[in-house]
């Protein structure tokens, strides 16, 4: 096994797990699908670091944070759904990206390329994933409930403001850090697929986020290495083992 491969596989599992056990926040709230837009909004960075050479993550994370800001501060401000105010910012971002985007590099930026990570990469991937994991664990319970019922949430006394800025803040790591695994065309995947495979099986709360953040652990391990020995662009593999664990955990899922 090349040092490679050991530096793509840590970098998957972790960007992966963690993008997983937020998907089991997302489906609750019916946001997964807005983590498709956010990486959308990160094509301007992309298309940057393509340009001058450096990390796509990287590149990728100003501009994911800035459209998170932006979205905080207009729901606040307008009252408007999260989803329309992220469709409103995603096609901003769109637009500003492919003014520039090196249509020679665009496979990189649409469908990412984990085997390029370098030691930094990875040491981000750790770390950030790691970070979003546990602030998502401590904060659990209470986005839940704002994702049940946000007037309940407010009477118990809890900080809805801070609350969505965290949620908000982990999904913008967690789509930065997925433009390198999948690209900025798939991360609604990421979070989504695993999720509902685990949602599938699981009887329990505890159950479904341990299953769910295996199951994306499980489906970055058997992309990235199907694509080191076939040739094929890892993103696309790691979406397809994830959808294939879904359709197996169809037949489980209770009526």
């Not at 809805?160 to 695994?181: E, P, Q, T």
């Not at 009887?203 to 479904?208: A, D, G, I």
Request: no cysteine; proline share 3%; glycine share 10%.
């Amino acid at each position: 096994m090349t040092s490679q491969l050991v530096l793509s596989l840590i970098s998957g599992i972790f960007i992966a797990g963690s993008a997983a056990y937020l998907g089991t926040l997302m489906l609750s709230r019916k946001m997964a699908v807005v983590a498709g837009p956010l990486g959308h909004l990160a094509l301007p960075g992309v298309a940057l670091a393509l340009i001058y050479g450096f990390s796509i993550s990287l590149g990728a994370f100003p501009f994911v944070v800035l459209g998170i800001l932006a979205i905080w501060l207009l729901e606040m401000r307008t009252k408007l759904q999260m989803e329309a105010l992220t469709a409103i910012v995603f096609a901003t971002g769109v637009g500003i990206a492919f003014l520039f985007l090196p249509i020679n590099k665009a496979e990189a930026a649409l469908i990412g390329d984990i085997s390029q990570v370098g030691i930094y990469e990875t040491l981000a991937a750790v770390i950030l994933g790691s970070a979003v994991f546990v602030a998502v664990n401590r904060s659990y319970s209470k986005i839940m409930l704002l994702n049940i019922h946000e007037d309940v949430a407010k009477t118990e006394g809890i900080n809805v403001g801070l609350y969505n800025f965290i949620y908000l803040s982990a999904i913008a790591i967690i789509v930065a850090l997925g433009v390198d695994l999948v690209g900025g065309l798939m991360t609604a995947a990421l979070v989504a697929i695993p999720a509902a495979a685990g949602r599938n099986v699981s009887r329990r709360l505890v159950q479904y986020t341990f299953v769910s953040a295996s199951f994306g652990v499980i489906s970055a391990v058997i992309g990235i290495l199907v694509s080191t020995f076939s040739g094929l662009p890892a993103g696309p593999l790691v979406i397809i083992a994830s959808a294939t664990i879904f359709l197996i955990t169809v037949p489980m899922a209770k009526a």
